[in-house]
């Protein structure tokens, strides 16, 4: 059974920052496509950053130069480190991964509320 689980999320005042964890279970979690997403209050899910298996990084320009994510494969775990939070950051964050078969897999989400 493939589980992805968040951690780290919490509220934090503008201009803070988090870190946020995820840890996969029954996939190889090495060859995978990995990234997280994040989905506000009455808008659609969307694309925050993602990490291939062999290390290339994609973000969402709304993050750059601000987040930044990796990925511990000895640790079966997925990182965001999260700087210079804003309140437009605020938005429940999911994890994801698509594995070399096609398949993906998404994380229960944990919340990031940034107060101003």
């Known amino acids: 059974q493939v589980q992805l689980v968040e951690s780290g999320g919490g509220l934090v005042q503008a201009g803070g920052s988090l870190r946020l964890s995820c840890t996969a279970s029954?996939?190889?979690?090495?060859?995978?496509?990995m990234g997280w997403y994040r989905q506000a209050p009455g808008k659609q899910r969307e694309l925050v950053a993602t990490?291939?298996?062999?290390?290339?990084?994609n973000y969402a320009d709304s993050v750059k130069g601000r987040f930044s994510i990796s990925r511990d494969n000895a640790k079966d775990t997925l990182y965001v480190q999260m700087n210079s939070l804003k309140p437009e950051d605020t938005a429940v964050y999911y994890c994801?991964?698509?594995?070399?078969?096609?398949?993906?897999?998404w994380g229960q989400g944990t919340q990031v509320t940034v107060s101003s």
């Open positions: 994801w991964g698509f594995t070399s078969v096609g398949r993906a897999y």
């Open positions: 029954g996939i190889i979690f090495s060859t995978n496509v």
């Open positions: 990490i291939s298996s062999g290390g290339s990084i």
